[in-house]
C-alpha cells in the first residue's frame, strides 16, 4: 500500500527504496532513437555551431539549441527531422541581441523566452524574430513563462541573504517582475571546497517541481498560486562519489592534483543530481547510482501523484550544474544533449514507449 499521509493540507507521499507495484500502471519504458543531430556535420560547422548548450522544443516539434558558445548566433533552428532551418539571437547588446543566454523555455503559444546575462529576457517567436524584450532592475538568472502568464523567477535573494552566505530564491512574478509567491531558496556553494549542491526546478502543465539539496531527497510540488500541495519523499542508498564519475567531472587527469581536490566532493554524494519532467507530469530523477553501462546512470521515475513505479539505466552527458535543460520529454519524445568520444556534441531524440 502506498505511503500517503496529509499534513497541514499537503499530500505527503512517502516512497521506499523498491518502487511501487501499481495494477494498470506502467512500470518501465523503452527508448527507440529516431533522430540524431551531430554537430560534427559541416553545414553546422560552417554556421559557427560550438555546443548543443540547452535544448528547447516547440508545439511543432521543431528544436533549439541554445549555448553561448556558438558564434554569431546564438540559437540553432533545427526541423523534428534534424534538418537546420534557421539561425536566430545575434550575439550583441543592442535591443534583441544576447551575450550569455540561458534557460530557453516556450510559452503555451510558442514564444521562446531566453535570460541573457542576468541583465534582461528577451522573448521570440518560432521564426526567430523580436517580440519583446525587458531588462532587469537587478540580477536575475532565470525567467520561466507559466501558463498563467506570470513568470517563475530565479535569482540571488540579497534581501533575505544572511552573510556571510549567499542565498538564491525561486517565486512566482507578475511580468512586472513583482514577487507574488516565494516558493523556495537555498544557499549556494562555498567556492571549490564542496561539490555545488543541487537545486532544481521544472514546471509540467499547472505544477511547478522544486529539488533542494537540503531537503535530501525530496521534491515539492506547487501550484500556479505558490501554494504548496504534495511532498515527494523517497529512501535512498548514500554512495560515495566514485572514481569515474571524479573522472568525468575533474578530467581524467584530476589525480595530478589530488590535493587541490580533496574536499571538493562530500563523502557521501547526494541523493539525485537533477530531474526532468514530461507534459503528464512523471518525475525523471537521476541518483549517483552507476548505472548497467559505463557512463550511465540510474534514473529514479515517478508517475503523476509522485509515486515512485521504476528505474531505468540512462547514460546523457554530465554537467556541473543539475539546472541546466539538457534533457526534457515532449509529446512523447526525450530529447537530451550527449557528449561523444571525439568530442563533439549531438542531441538525440527518442521515441518513448511505455509498458507494464
Not at 70 to 97: C, D, I, M
Not at 227 to 239: A, G, H, S
Not at 312 to 339: P, T
Amino acid at each position: 500500500m502506498i505511503e500517503r499521509t496529509r499534513e497541514n493540507g499537503v499530500e505527503i507521499i512517502t516512497n521506499h527504496l523498491d518502487p511501487y507495484i501499481l495494477k494498470g500502471e506502467p512500470a518501465s519504458f523503452t527508448l527507440t532513437r529516431e533522430v540524431t543531430i551531430d554537430l560534427g556535420r559541416n553545414d553546422l560547422a560552417s554556421q559557427g555551431i560550438g555546443s548543443v548548450g540547452e535544448i528547447a522544443v516547440d508545439s511543432k516539434g521543431n528544436i533549439y539549441a541554445v549555448s553561448f558558445k556558438n558564434l554569431g548566433t546564438y540559437v540553432f533552428k533545427f526541423n523534428p527531422q534534424g534538418k537546420l532551418l534557421s539561425t536566430f539571437g545575434r550575439q550583441g547588446a543592442g535591443p534583441g541581441e544576447l551575450q550569455w543566454p540561458f534557460h530557453p523555455v516556450f510559452d503555451d503559444h510558442d514564444r521562446l523566452y531566453i535570460t541573457d546575462y542576468m541583465r534582461k529576457f528577451v522573448v521570440f517567436d518560432s521564426e526567430g524574430r523580436v517580440i519583446s524584450e525587458r531588462k532587469f532592475n537587478s540580477s536575475i538568472l532565470q525567467v520561466e513563462p507559466l501558463p498563467d502568464g506570470n513568470l517563475l523567477v530565479y535569482r540571488p535573494d540579497y534581501e533575505r541573504a544572511t552573510s556571510p552566505s549567499v542565498y538564491w530564491s525561486l517565486a512566482i512574478c507578475d511580468q512586472d517582475l513583482l514577487e507574488k509567491a516565494l516558493l523556495d531558496r537555498h544557499r549556494w556553494g562555498d567556492g571549490n571546497s564542496r561539490f555545488v549542491p543541487f537545486f532544481v526546478y521544472r514546471v509540467s502543465g499547472d505544477r511547478i517541481f522544486v529539488a533542494n539539496e537540503e531537503r535530501s531527497y525530496e521534491i515539492l510540488v506547487f501550484d500556479l498560486r505558490g501554494r504548496l500541495v504534495r511532498r515527494i519523499k523517497k529512501e535512498f542508498r548514500p554512495i560515495a562519489p566514485s572514481e569515474s564519475f571524479k573522472k568525468i567531472i575533474l578530467g581524467p587527469s584530476y589525480r595530478a592534483s589530488v590535493s587541490s581536490y580533496a574536499h571538493y566532493f562530500p563523502n557521501l554524494m547526494p541523493p539525485l543530481f537533477h530531474f526532468f519532467t514530461d507534459d503528464t507530469g512523471r518525475l525523471f530523477v537521476m541518483t549517483y547510482e552507476e548505472g548497467e553501462n559505463p557512463g550511465e546512470y540510474l534514473y529514479d521515475f515517478f508517475n503523476n501523484q509522485g509515486v515512485f513505479v521504476g528505474r531505468k539505466s540512462l547514460g546523457f552527458k554530465w554537467f556541473v550544474y543539475g539546472g541546466a535543460i539538457y534533457s526534457l520529454i515532449k509529446n512523447g519524445r526525450l530529447y537530451c544533449k550527449y557528449e561523444r568520444e571525439d568530442g563533439y556534441d549531438e542531441i538525440a531524440v527518442y521515441s518513448v514507449h511505455w509498458y507494464n
